[in-house]
């Protein structure tokens, strides 16, 4: 929950995507606006919010919200009602303008309440937007968690690609992307494979479980491919991924992809970074 002055470099709408992963809920960011005319000028705070993580944005025009000048605690517990929030991250200056108690929306809500501040930045420099898109699109996805507090999340359809993985020895999930994703640098790297439909299962796995997974974005260079692909390789496990919204979730770069000269080399270099991979997520907290 904030008011439009804190989107950007954003420690509070951060603070929220950590909560919602660590829960393994959904983010959704109710922003609150002065008027109805500038909930259309949010859309692209909107557009910057998806790509770091946020799931979905609710626009509350002020004068709904409150006349008070900011959330107050019943207009809170009519929209979790509505939402089934597990949790709120909120600014406290955001719940009657300053003047409502936080815990009080909790007691009202019965749900988990957390005060961020986002005026308490003690490293400038690494909570703003900017920074963590840089080191994202130069491959430093270890860096861009750091800042946040999560991996970088990106979401995507699986479709077919040009049919080769499986003759490889390494199937990969191909991605249709969102238009708005924040695609990281060309790289090899190390993360976690999700299926979003907990209902879905197949051939051993299941959905709303992460998997590990070696995840290539490149061109392929090797076979002098020309579209660039996100496409994870999911670690130990074989099952029908087609059609299913999956998200992927960015640890660590293992390597940079390469031109080899034989299909040998590549698949050796595959192996290798599988065995990397392990070694990267043996490590973090599962
Ligand atoms: C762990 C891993 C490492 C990869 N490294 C490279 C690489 O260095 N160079 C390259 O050209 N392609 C690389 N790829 C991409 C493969 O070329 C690609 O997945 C394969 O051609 C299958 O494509 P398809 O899913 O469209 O059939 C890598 C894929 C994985 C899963
Ligand atoms: N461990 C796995 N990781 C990724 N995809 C897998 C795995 N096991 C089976 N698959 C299935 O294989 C497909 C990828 O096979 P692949 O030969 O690379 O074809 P495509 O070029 O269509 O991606 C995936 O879309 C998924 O349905």
Redesign the pocket.
């Known amino acids: 929950m904030c008011d439009g002055s804190q989107l950007g470099g954003d420690r509070l709408v951060w603070s929220g995507v950590a909560e919602a992963r660590r829960l393994g809920v959904a983010c959704v960011l109710l922003l609150l606006v002065p008027s109805p005319a500038e909930a259309v000028a949010v859309e692209d705070a909107g557009r910057l919010l998806a790509g770091l993580g946020v799931d979905a944005m609710c626009v509350q025009p002020l004068a709904v919200a409150s006349a008070r000048g900011g959330w107050d605690e019943s207009t809170v517990a009519g929209l979790v009602a509505k939402l089934p929030a597990v949790a709120l991250v909120l600014d406290p200056a955001a719940v009657a303008g300053g003047g409502g108690d936080p815990a009080a929306v909790g007691r009202r809500t019965g749900v988990a309440v957390h005060a961020v501040d986002p005026s308490g930045r003690r490293q400038p420099d690494r909570l703003s937007a900017a920074y963590v898109r840089e080191r994202l699109l130069a491959g430093d996805v270890a860096a861009a968690a750091e800042a946040v507090g999560c991996p970088h999340r990106v979401t995507g359809v699986v479709v077919?690609?040009?049919?080769?993985?499986?003759?490889?020895g390494?199937?990969?999930?191909?991605l249709a992307l969102g238009e708005h994703s924040v695609v990281p640098g060309d790289g090899?790297y190390a993360g976690w494979f999700t299926v979003v439909d907990r209902s879905w299962s197949d051939g051993g796995m299941a959905g709303g479980v992460r998997y590990p997974a070696?995840?290539?974005i490149?061109?392929?260079?090797?076979?002098a491919?020309r579209r660039r692909?996100v496409?994870?390789?999911v670690l130990d496990v074989s099952a029908n991924l087609y059609g299913q919204t999956v998200t992927t979730d960015f640890v660590e770069r293992v390597?940079?992809?390469?031109?080899?000269d034989s299909i040998e080399e590549?698949i050796a270099?595959?192996q290798r970074?599988?065995e990397n991979?392990r070694l990267v997520l043996r490590d973090v907290n599962r």
């Open positions: 077919h690609g040009e049919g080769r993985g499986n003759g490889l390494f199937p990969t999930a191909n090899i070696a995840i290539s490149s061109r392929n260079p090797t076979f491919g692909t496409e994870p390789h390597r940079v992809p390469e031109r080899f590549l270099a595959m970074d599988v991979v």
